[in-house]
T-cell receptor, first 118, second 116 residues
Framework: AQTVTQSQPEMSVQEAETVTLSCTYD???????LFWYKQPPSRQMILVIR??????QNATENRFSVNFQKAAKSFSLKISDSQLGDTAMYFC???????????????FGQGTILTVHP | GAVVSQHPSRVICKSGTSVKIECRSLDFQATTMFWYRQFPKQSLMLMAT?????????EQGVEKDKFLINHASLTLSTLTVTSAHPEDSSFYICSASNRQGTYEQYFGPGTRLTVT
């Protein structure tokens, strides 16, 4: 079974600064997807960024980028120019592309509460 | 973009009663829907996976007779919490996936259930 670990329960950053959220995972598969989701106080889950394991290039979406280290099974999220609206709980998630009972199921990390201070 | 709705957004029920939560995909056909439970400041815990027209697959430790899931159409799945107890109070989130070439799950806004 896959596991996803976020070792930072809480983080804080000043507005306009950069912050990096850590995520490690464990899997024996070679083909999978990784995601970062944001859950603001409204509790609506919002997809921030996705990474296909077969792609070596790190994904980027505006101020959000990832550092994907496949061999180390690490998938960190960098938020540049932090904004007050980035305050939320962030979840790293793994999705297998293989068959079997885990097919299509997201495995979430424990989450990191990020607070952006003015 | 793909939109998933949930109804109701909040519900309060008395202990021993049943409550139904609906999850709808508004602009796409959801071949698979997922139901999660989330406690405050914790992660999402997958309860079950439902495919349209077939029985739901429950995760280990989830009582299938207590949490009844029906996925009768490609746009609607329901979760019924039967004989609710205060410990069932939680935030329930559904997500939907269109397996036709995409791996993304689209999440509903969640339902806060309080059992008194």
């Amino acid at each position: 079974a896959q596991t996803v670990t976020q070792s930072q329960p809480e983080m804080s950053v000043q507005e306009a600064e950069t912050v990096t959220l850590s995520c490690t995972y464990d899997t024996s598969e070679s083909n999978y997807y990784l995601f970062w989701y944001k859950q603001p106080p409204s509790r609506q889950m919002i997809l921030v960024i996705r990474q296909e394991a077969y792609k070596q290039q790190n994904a980027t979406e505006n101020r959000f980028s990832v550092n994907f280290q496949k061999a180390a099974k690490s998938f960190s999220l960098k938020i540049s120019d932090s904004q007050l609206g980035d305050t939320a709980m962030y979840f790293c998630a793994f999705l297998t592309n293989a068959g079997g009972t885990s097919y299509g199921k997201l495995t979430f990390g424990q989450g990191t509460i990020l607070t952006v201070h003015p | 973009g793909a939109v998933v709705s949930q109804h109701p957004s909040r519900v309060i029920c008395k202990s021993g009663t049943s409550v139904k939560i609906e999850c709808r995909s508004l602009d796409f056909q959801a071949t698979t829907m997922f139901w999660y439970r989330q406690f405050p400041k914790q992660s999402l815990m997958l309860m079950a996976t439902s495919n349209e027209g077939s029985k739901a697959t429950y995760e280990q430790g989830v009582e299938k007779d207590k949490f009844l899931i029906n996925h009768a159409s490609l746009t609607l799945s329901t979760l019924t919490v039967t004989s609710a107890h205060p410990e069932d109070s939680s935030f329930y989130i559904c997500s939907a996936s269109n397996r036709q070439g995409t791996y993304e799950q689209y999440f509903g806004p969640g339902t806060r259930l309080t059992v008194t």
